[in-house]
């Protein structure tokens, strides 16, 4: 009997999921809108409907599966209540209780968990990842915002309330950028995707650099990766933007092992592709802040999750997490 | 048969330790000078014969004593390893394996357990004092220093070296005040009695303010006790000084709540008889930086142990939390 969990990954426009097994190979997967209408009966209704759709259709290959359960990454999901709560990004409003809904259609599976979208990344690095053998490590998770997953003693850290682990909300300019949370200085408004295109902006005005191939563009044209094909051209304004950010991103790391110590810090996303232009300024300003008992102890690693299936695997991790217990 | 635990409190100047029961009362104290010679086998034998002698007196008054085991606080104290590494106020110098080399003085117990100052009196706090229901908090030592010991699903975080807690030391603020590690802008340096000396002599400059009591003060006069006495007078320096430290160290403990989502936050340490001086300017600041998810929803609160036993009683806590494993 091959065991397989299924992953959901509850984005702003798409919901996709899979079905994943034991090693983190995706087996089959599909997608629905994440609807606009706000209704959400409707969508967990479309939504159990699909996954069914698709257990079936995997089943009817293969005899002899075992569906364990239901993994649920999305935007400020709460593991501890099963709950997603004020996500801006969705039309569903106020706290939505998405696992007591979906679970009645799956009520012959063992688990149906919920968290969100960083943390589930982070289960998915230890379940399938680069920390399988770790027991004390971080995720970061770089795209529109920054998120993050902690894991201490082998176990995420969800906190006194489920809210755990917003460190791209930790102030690393007292008074800077204005952050999406309406808060000033806060690490995301620095280190996401977003954040590095209000970088390159604040530097084109800067050095008034009209012969910058990132000059041409509109800042709603701009992104990260216009930014990264620039800076392997040569391009001085987007080379000094992976500089600048890995310096803004190695002083909140250093904040980060100075609370939790661990033998590891992974990044996620896109803006990790740029490799050692993200990398090396990161590492660099990371163990210019940190005390000299944690000089050249801690590591800087790209999760070794596959970019396109991350979130869906990541989320079909919790399956697993949760059965160990 | 009434069980006690043996608390260790190895400071700069004295090595102070006491019996301590179930309740946290201590029942019998003494101390011996923490030598400045760097023998650290004279010392061991030293210790454990003063210790033994507490220990002798104390039976023979009460022939139905379980002595459980001994717990040692240390700056620079790892768990892990029961060393004191490179602590730079004691005068022993490198690795020290302190509980090797104790244990075999006092074979007979159940516990010898070692771990730095901070992560001792957040481990009192959870079994003596006003952490007992709460398995999700954290714990700021405000002295000379800032220690912190952050608690996680009702354990300590010691992370993967048994380091985790430095939150003394995350940047407060990119290239500011030099810290005693030598980096700049930690938290340390602001929110430190020291660092609210520092503020007090920035304030005077700032303001030329010849007419502040502190004014007369020499730098290697003032103290934080000085600056508490003033700000009850209503002297203006004074009164902005915790005002600033409040400003400052609710920007470091909304960091450590995004990491962390505890239920509440103990501030520990002589800074905290000041009252609402330093609670109200510091818990209005921490909310200014916070989540909307987190908003007044973490509590900050002074710690229920008490000052002058604090460190022994603490200390002696790690050994009942050790035999609950």
Redesign the interface.
């Known amino acids: 009997m091959k065991k397989v969990a299924i992953g959901v990954d509850v984005g702003g426009t798409n919901t996709a999921f899979g079905a994943v097994g034991p090693e983190g190979n995706v087996m089959v997967k599909n997608n629905i809108p994440t609807p606009r209408h706000g209704n959400i009966n409707q969508y967990i209704t479309d939504l159990a409907d699909a996954i069914k759709k698709m257990i079936s259709s995997l089943t009817e290959q293969n005899k002899d599966l075992k569906i364990l359960g239901i993994g649920i990454g999305a935007p ?1 999901g709460n593991y501890y209540n099963g709950t997603i ?2 996500a801006p990004n969705l039309s569903f409003k106020g706290v939505v209780h998405f696992v007591e809904m979906l679970r009645p259609h799956f009520s012959e599976h063992e688990a149906v968990v919920l968290t969100n979208d960083a943390n589930a990344a982070a289960i998915g690095e230890m379940i399938y990842g680069g920390a399988k053998e ?4 971080v995720l970061f998770t770089l795209g529109t915002g920054v998120g993050s997953g ?1 894991v ?2 082998g ?1 995420l ?18 008074d800077g950028r204005l952050c999406g ?1 309406t ?1 000033l200085g806060h690490l995301e408004a620095y280190c996401s995707a977003t954040g590095m295109k209000r970088t390159a902006f604040e530097l084109l005005s800067y050095y008034n650099a009209t012969d910058s191939i990132l000059a041409d563009k509109s800042y709603n044209e701009l992104d990260s990766k216009m930014i990264y094909e620039a800076a392997k051209k040569g391009d001085s304004i987007a080379l000094e933007v992976f500089e600048k950010t890995g310096a803004w991103l190695g ?1 909140g790391l ?3 092992v ?6 590891a810090i992974f990044l996620f996303g896109g803006v990790t592709a740029a490799g050692d232009l993200i990398f090396e300024p990161t590492k660099k300003s990371m163990e ?7 000089k050249n ?1 801690i590591k800087i690693l790209p999760s070794e999750l596959k970019p396109g299936d991350a979130a869906i695997v990541g989320a079909s991790a919790l399956v697993w997490k949760e059965l160990e217990k």
Chains 1, 2 share one sequence.
């Open positions: 400020n709560e004020y770790m027991k004390n490590f902690l201490v003693n176990e850290v969800y906190g006194h309330d489920g809210f755990a682990g917003e460190c791209g909300h930790t102030t690393l300019v007292p949370c808060a002083q250093a904040d980060t100075h609370h939790l110590s661990p033998e210019k802040y940190l005390l000299p008992i944690f102890k």
